[in-house]
């Protein structure tokens, strides 16, 4: 599954596009033209929406087809994009496993190293310490920090850890789930 969710409003753009076209546009086009991406068009293909096909001509390569189909009561609408949480930053998840890595496996974690191997292209020490703590008062820093420590920790069974929720919320519902009840309320506040 991506992990980016399709939003009703791009749902309405998809189908603004097959108003336009006609009832099969090939993905190819809506890349190129319409800057609709595959893994929209696969989850609008799940919600019922439109349907996804390979088409095989005798010479030449074949061509995915995404074809509209007709109003079914069955097709389900996908949640606002205000109702999506944001992901975690991937720039933030890594400056949270680059810190709890530290320098081996007993050293002290290192945020100042940290701060550097995540963001390269910082240059002053002052700079790296004063943006390092700021991203220790984060609130998606602290709740993957806390889901990390809590996964390392065996506090959450293997099956949950397969999940890896994806925004904060997500993860903070995963610790109350679980019993984790220090973790949720280190999201909160730091746990340097």
Known sequence: MHPLKLSLDRLHRILRVFQKEGDEVTVRRFRRNFEVYDWELEQAAELGWLAIETRKPKTGRPSIVARKLSNSPTAKLPPRRSVI????????????????????????????????????????????????????RHPDVLAYLAWVRACS??????????????????????????????RVRQCYTSCR
């Open 85 to 136: 949480g944001r992901g975690i930053s991937i720039r933030h998840q890594r400056f949270v496993e680059h810190y709890l890595c530290g320098g081996g496996f007993l050293s002290k974690p290192n945020a100042r190293r940290a701060y550097r191997l995540t963001y390269p292209e910082a240059r002053s020490l002052s700079g790296i310490d004063a943006s390092a703590n700021r991203l220790f």
């Open 153 to 182: 920790g065996s506090e959450i069974p293997w099956q949950a850890r397969q999940k890896h929720p994806l925004t904060r919320q997500e993860i903070i519902e995963t610790l109350r789930a679980h019993g984790c009840w220090m």
